[in-house]
């Protein structure tokens, strides 16, 4: 296996700008601040995770410790293992990064190394999770959305804005799918009836999400800048854009923005400013409640 | 730009992430773990998560089948059991299960935990349990005895 050794971007000793920083220190410092703004692990762990983070803010030198990520490694390493039935899959991926962090600044080319493995991080996760949808009769056949869109309160206003359901149409279905049966009895109460409009909205989240999925895994594992390569930047920015608006998973959408990042070579000197930009967007999907604010609009008017 | 030879080292973490997430596409499909959960990025791909699955435990004695109200304290390991209710994770909750004072008397012979996951009709979206795993463990007189002191 060969990559391509990496030349520093364009203009590096002009005064620093976004385009000039080095995509490595980026990629590093946006995972320490998906860190500080989305801590993780429990009582233990996570005021360790936390002061390591910051601590590259007071010592910036610490920013390409090996020592400091190895930690890091070790830490995120083990609150998947104490815990894996429970560990989010992005948890597994931050321990995964860690390790692909500290193997990058013990190699000669730390670019090229966490270049690759960014790369290839993302495009097996995207494969899983696409495999894992394409496997499932209830995500193929919209049952899995449907029920998400009910059950799940991140998806609430969401679901009422776009998917057209009244409140109390979406309080009735809410309340339908999540009654407590376990035995099958005669006396089930009447299904509520689902709005064309909100089926349609399962719909097309079921096959915009595995097709996005999918064609982004293709393009991140496909060989570096030939065919649908190229477009790697684009598709993720996309699904980031988009996915994270709905599902609001900050911690991933950051994770997988830091090791976007990490690729983006001098062909791609722009990239580093969509990233960032996409960086911003996704806090701003966690913290301003848009779907609320946009139902109340819609309702009010 | 030069054509390099990367190093080995530099496919462990990628290694990893695919050793773990073909374990768990087995795991699921030889055991109830949920897709969700072990790594392998099902999270998002089937309504059956953690959070649609529920357990009823029971504490049994001669003639007495009572259900018990599961305390907040074990949380985290209802958690563990909801993703992964393997043999062992079932026992060694009935072990802390059985240690929860009943208004019966008598020493607790056996622990049944069921684990349900709940369906959803593809039409109307109707609820439905489907018994995923059942276990009944049977509770050495000697540790009630140490429980109970």
Redesign the interface.
């Known amino acids: 296996?060969?990559?391509?050794?990496t030349?520093p971007p364009r203009g590096s000793d002009d005064a620093p700008s976004i385009a000039n920083l080095d995509v490595v220190a980026l990629a590093l410092r946006l995972t320490v601040l998906a860190l500080m703004l989305r801590p993780i692990g429990d009582w233990m762990l996570r005021p360790t995770i936390l002061g390591l983070a910051a601590s590259v803010l007071i010592f910036p030198s610490l920013l390409l410790n090996p020592k400091l990520w190895g930690t890091l490694t070790a830490l995120t390493g083990l609150r998947?293992a104490v815990?894996?039935?429970?560990?989010?899959?992005h948890a597994?991926?931050l321990c995964?990064?860690c390790?692909?962090v500290t193997?990058a600044l013990v190699?000669r080319?730390p670019r090229?190394?966490l270049a690759?493995?960014g790369r290839?991080?993302i495009g097996?996760?995207?494969a899983?999770?696409t495999?894992?949808?394409l496997?499932?009769p209830?995500?193929l056949?919209g049952?899995?959305f449907?029920?998400?869109l009910?059950?799940d309160p991140r998806f609430a206003g969401f679901a009422q804005l776009a998917g057209g359901l009244a409140p109390e149409q979406f309080e009735d279905?809410s309340v339908?799918?999540?009654?407590?049966?376990?035995?099958?009895s005669l006396d089930?109460p009447q299904?509520p009836v689902?709005p064309q409009r909100f089926r349609w909205l399962a719909w097309m989240l079921t096959w915009w999400?595995v097709g996005i999925e999918g064609i982004t895994a293709a393009a991140f594992l496909w060989p570096v800048d030939r065919g649908i390569s190229r477009l790697r930047h684009i598709l993720l920015l996309v699904f980031c854009a988009t996915t994270y608006a709905v599902?609001t998973v900050a911690g991933f959408g950051w994770l997988l923005l830091a090791m976007g990042v990490a690729q983006c070579d001098v062909r791609y000197h722009l990239f580093p400013s969509w990233y960032l930009l996409a960086f911003g967007l996704i806090l701003l999907y966690r913290d301003l409640p848009w779907a609320e604010w946009l139902l109340r609009f819609f309702s009010v008017g | 730009m030069t054509l390099m030879r990367s190093p080995w080292f530099w496919y462990v973490p990628s290694l990893l992430l695919c050793l773990v997430a073909a374990n768990q596409q087995r795991l699921v499909s030889i055991t109830a773990l949920s897709p969700w959960a072990g790594g392998g990025f099902g999270m998002f791909s089937t309504a059956e998560m953690r959070g649609n699955r529920h357990l009823h435990a029971f504490a049994l004695r001669p003639d007495i089948r009572r259900e018990l109200a599961i305390p907040a304290s074990l949380y985290r390991q209802v958690q563990q059991v909801l993703a992964f209710p393997s043999e062992a994770a079932l026992r060694a909750l009935a072990m802390k299960l059985a240690e929860i004072p009943t208004p019966d008397s008598g020493p607790v012979a056996a622990i049944e935990i069921q684990v349900w996951a709940v369906r959803f009709a593809r039409e109307t979206l109707q609820p439905s349990g489907v018994l995923l795993q059942a276990l009944e463990v049977a509770i050495d007189s000697r540790e009630n005895r140490a429980a109970e002191g």
Do not use: G
């Open positions: 296996m060969t990559h391509e050794r030349e998947v815990e894996w039935q429970l560990a989010d899959n597994y991926l995964y990064w390790l692909a193997l190699s080319d090229a190394c690759l493995n290839l991080l097996w996760a995207f899983f999770a495999l894992w949808k496997l499932s209830d995500y056949d049952r899995f449907r029920v998400t009910l059950i279905l339908f799918v999540r009654q407590h049966i376990d035995v099958p089930l299904p689902e999400t599902a």
